[in-house]
C-alpha cells in the first residue's frame, strides 16, 4: 500500500541540502521564504512530487504518492461485492438478496406445505453509503493524490474495513440461501415432484463452426401445478413402457 511519506530536518540540514551544488558561496533563506526553499530543493532534486514546508523550526518535506491504483482496486471489490449480494440499487434489488427473497416464496407456498407468509427479508443495504467523505483531491483529470498521511490511512482503512463487512455478508447470505434451497427441494420430494423441473433441462449439441452449443429442452418452472403436470407425464409415459 502506498504511503504518504513525511520526512523532517531541521532548518539548517535542509538549508545545507538545498544549496549543495551552488557553488562555494554560501546562499541563505530566511524562514519566512517556503515557496523559494521549495523551489530551489525541486530545482536541486528534481523532487516534484514533494511539498517543503516549515514547521515548528523543522522543515518538512511532504511527498505525494498517487492514490487512484489502491482506491480504485478497493472500491472495485466493494462494487463487486455489493452487486453480488444486493444488485444495483433498492429499487432493482438482484444477487444474492433477491434470490433469498424468491426461495422464502416458494417455501411458503401452501400448495407445497407452507403456510404462505415468506419469512421476513434482511434490510436491503448499500454498506459503502457509509464511507465518509475524507479530504482527497484531484489533481488534473484523473489522477487522485493524497494530501496527508492520516488522510490516506483513514480512507484507504475505511474502504478495507467495508470490503470485510462485504465478505462476512457475502458468506451469511450464501449459507442462508444454501439452506432455503435445501428446504425447497425437501418440500418438493415430500409431495413427490422432482427438484430437476426447477432447473433448465438440455444438452450439448454440435454448433456452427465446430462450436458444441447448449440447447434447452426443457424450461425451468417454480409453479406447482406445471410440476404436478410434469410428473403426470412422466408417469403416463412409464405406465405406457
Not at 29 to 36: H, N, Q, R
Not at 210 to 235: D, F, H, I, Q, S
Amino acid at each position: 500500500m502506498n504511503h504518504v511519506v513525511r520526512l523532517k530536518w531541521p532548518l539548517i540540514a535542509l538549508s545545507a541540502l538545498a544549496l549543495t551544488g551552488c557553488g562555494s558561496k554560501e546562499k541563505k533563506v530566511s524562514m519566512d521564504e517556503p515557496e523559494k526553499l521549495e523551489r530551489e530543493y525541486v530545482n536541486k532534486t528534481d523532487a516534484r512530487n514533494e511539498t517543503v514546508g516549515e514547521k515548528d523550526g523543522s522543515i518538512v518535506i511532504q511527498k505525494k504518492m498517487s492514490l487512484e491504483e489502491d482506491m480504485a482496486r478497493v472500491r472495485d471489490a466493494i462494487n463487486d461485492a455489493e452487486s453480488s449480494i444486493y444488485g444495483s440499487s433498492r429499487q432493482d434489488p438482484g444477487g444474492m438478496w433477491l434470490k433469498l427473497k424468491e426461495c422464502r416464496k416458494k417455501v411458503s407456498d401452501a400448495r407445497l406445505g407452507g403456510n404462505g407468509v415468506p419469512e421476513a427479508m434482511e434490510k436491503w443495504e448499500k454498506i459503502s453509503a457509509t464511507d465518509p467523505e475524507l479530504k482527497y483531491r484531484v489533481e488534473g483529470k484523473k489522477k487522485v493524490v493524497a494530501v496527508s498521511e492520516e488522510q490516506l490511512e483513514d480512507r484507504l482503512g475505511h474502504m478495507k474495513n467495508v470490503k470485510n463487512i462485504l465478505d462476512r455478508r457475502y458468506e451469511e447470505f450464501k449459507d442462508k440461501l444454501d439452506a432455503c434451497e435445501d428446504r425447497y427441494a425437501s418440500n418438493l420430494v415430500k409431495h413427490g415432484l422432482d427438484p430437476e423441473d426447477t432447473k433448465a433441462q438440455g444438452e450439448w449439441v454440435d454448433g456452427p463452426n465446430g462450436y458444441r452449443v447448449w440447447k434447452m429442452k426443457t424450461a425451468p418452472t417454480a409453479n406447482p401445478e406445471e410440476l404436478m403436470r410434469r410428473k403426470e407425464t412422466r408417469e403416463n409415459k412409464r405406465g405406457s413402457n
